[in-house]
């Protein structure tokens, strides 16, 4: 993100290198609409950089994550930019034809340190970007509380719509929940549409939910936001007139009561609401029986949480071959993966992937996937992935840390996973390390620190916890067999003159089938 270039003495201006001068020079010149200078005063900030929630890798995928034709279906349709049939009059806003965006962001700087707000700017630019945006420019304002009316303040709002002006964007992305009044009174200064942080990451979900599931969950998180923020444009959407209005042109016929086409439209979301639960609660027994079978057959759970783009599903990948899409975006992957895994002594174990966690998740999407989420506090091992090159990794893992409290996964094991530990600052490596004392050092790219991952996988997930001494007959074969299978340990195996001695460490489901064999000698 950029700013104008400024001949007044604007700090952040000032402290331009060369090159990033050059750049925004080169960028209004190719502006069809002639720029303006803005001028920042004080107490506002420009932001410069590039969206710092998404990596630098140039390679973002390795052979253990396969053909990725997923990968290949999602980028097979791109918009193009400069093409649009945009309709000329900002009041139509909610009619526009899909194009590709023009953004600009704007946020508040209200606690924490500056850094720490410019970042959460940059991760917004990410989040657009992954939507499909061309991000133009951002600014911070430093401001106690947002206002009321329009959230920047009239005076902000209207250098907010010079700057859209300046840069031709045709959208305003808030770096925050706006409500609906503060959305409306924002839009009628900068007479461009505005959306907010919760608006742009359910874009992003509907844009990328695969499975059934997935696509109702992400519908109902739409339709609950949406519901409060309806509002009517021209005669069509006007309210019903009641009382003595004969002057308004309605007159008999029109008094009393009656359902006005914006209550119409409520109560038909409120019904597809209500439809969209009824589906989401009929498929919840499907994950839960897949489940309870695990649990009945006593398989341990390990589940692979985090920030999103920390590099999960490239774990995933690396760890079990699964082929599971791999995007340098965020939110790539929803739908949750579930693969067979073994430790080195042979003991299986499941790894399942999970949704991305960001900086204040909509509450909307974590009640609509809280099924999904339920991976992760059903599971006896988590694995909490942080990309430790990221400029906030504390951020991150606080960001992560109050969602599973949401959905109970607090009391579960973790293992804290520094991911992309190939393009971090060893200084930030060490200072995470001596914060999270149970914590695995690994880069899913170049497999560095994968083995140590294993291995504490191995030492944190539930072992078989009942020995026994066995003489097994020998036309019992199936019986050794099974000893040799992922949900029991062979501690010795020795073969005598009446069959096979097996000292073995077994789950209590196969210890009750191997009582019969017990030897008392």
Do not use: C
């Not at 020079?25 to 410069?48: C, E, H, M, Q, S």
């Not at 969950?217 to 959407?237: F, I, K, N, T």
């Not at 339920?374 to 988590?382: N, T, W, Y």
């Not at 991911?419 to 004392?437: I, M, S, T, W, Y």
């Amino acid at each position: 993100m950029t700013s104008q270039p400024n001949t007044g003495s604007d700090p952040a201006a000032q402290d331009m290198s060369p090159e990033e001068i050059q750049a925004v020079i080169d960028r209004i010149l190719a502006k069809d609409v002639p720029a303006r200078n803005v001028t920042a005063t004080d107490g506002d900030r420009a932001v410069f950089g590039r969206a710092q929630a998404i990596s630098r890798l140039d390679d973002e995928h390795t052979s253990y994550d396969g053909d990725q034709q997923d990968l290949e279906e999602r980028r097979a349709l791109r918009r193009v930019a400069g093409l649009s049939t945009e309709l000329e009059d900002v009041t139509e806003v909610e009619y526009r034809q899909l194009r590709l965006e023009r953004v600009v962001l704007a946020g508040l700087w209200s606690e924490g340190t500056l850094a720490d707000a410019e970042n959460s700017l940059r991760e917004l630019a990410a989040l657009a970007e992954t939507a499909g945006s061309e991000v133009l420019d951002g600014m911070v304002q430093r401001r106690a509380k947002p206002d009321p009316g329009t959230f920047l303040g009239s005076g902000k709002a209207l250098e907010l719509k010079e700057i859209v002006m300046a840069t031709g964007a045709d959208t305003v992305v808030v770096d925050a929940e706006l409500a609906p009044s503060q959305r409306r009174g924002l839009e009628d200064i900068v007479k461009v549409k505005v959306i907010d942080r919760t608006a742009l990451i359910l874009d992003i979900f509907a844009q990328h939910a695969k499975s059934r599931e997935g696509k109702a969950q992400v519908e109902l998180a739409q339709l609950e936001y949406l519901l409060p923020r309806l509002r009517g444009w021209g005669e069509s959407m006007s309210r019903q007139a009641g009382g003595q209005v004969g002057g308004a042109g309605a007159g008999m016929g029109s008094r009393g009561p009656g359902e006005t086409k914006i209550e119409l439209d409520r109560r038909r979301i409120r019904t597809r609401m209500a439809k969209l639960r009824r589906e989401i609660a009929a498929m919840k027994p499907a994950r839960e029986t897949k489940r309870a079978n695990r649990r009945r057959n006593s398989v341990p759970s390990v589940a692979i949480a985090g920030y999103t783009n920390a590099g999960k599903s490239s774990l995933l990948n690396r760890l079990t071959d699964a082929g599971v899409l791999v995007e340098n975006a965020l939110f790539a992957t929803l739908d949750p993966t579930v693969r067979k895994a073994e430790t080195s002594d042979g003991l299986g174990y499941t790894l399942a992937d999970t949704v991305g966690f960001v900086r204040s998740l909509p509450t909307q999407l974590v009640e609509a996937f809280r099924s999904t989420l339920e991976e992760v506090a059903d599971a006896d091992l988590i694995l909490h992935v942080v990309d430790v090159s990221h400029p906030d990794p504390e951020g991150q893992i606080a960001a992560v840390r109050k969602v599973f409290s949401e959905v109970d996964a607090r009391k579960v094991p973790e293992i804290i996973v520094l991911n992309k530990a190939d393009a971090a600052d060893p200084f930030v490596v060490e200072r995470l390390k001596q914060r999270e004392p149970r914590h695995v050092v690994v880069s899913a790219r170049t497999g560095q620190g994968i083995a140590e991952l294993l291995k504490a996988i191995s030492d944190g997930i539930p072992r078989p916890s009942v020995k026994l001494e066995l003489l097994i007959p020998y036309d019992r074969g199936d019986l050794i067999s099974k000893l040799h299978e992922t949900d029991a340990e062979i501690l010795s195996l020795d073969h005598g003159e009446h069959g096979t001695r097996a000292v073995v460490m077994v789950r209590e489901g196969l210890a009750a089938e191997l009582e019969s064999f017990v030897s008392n000698d």
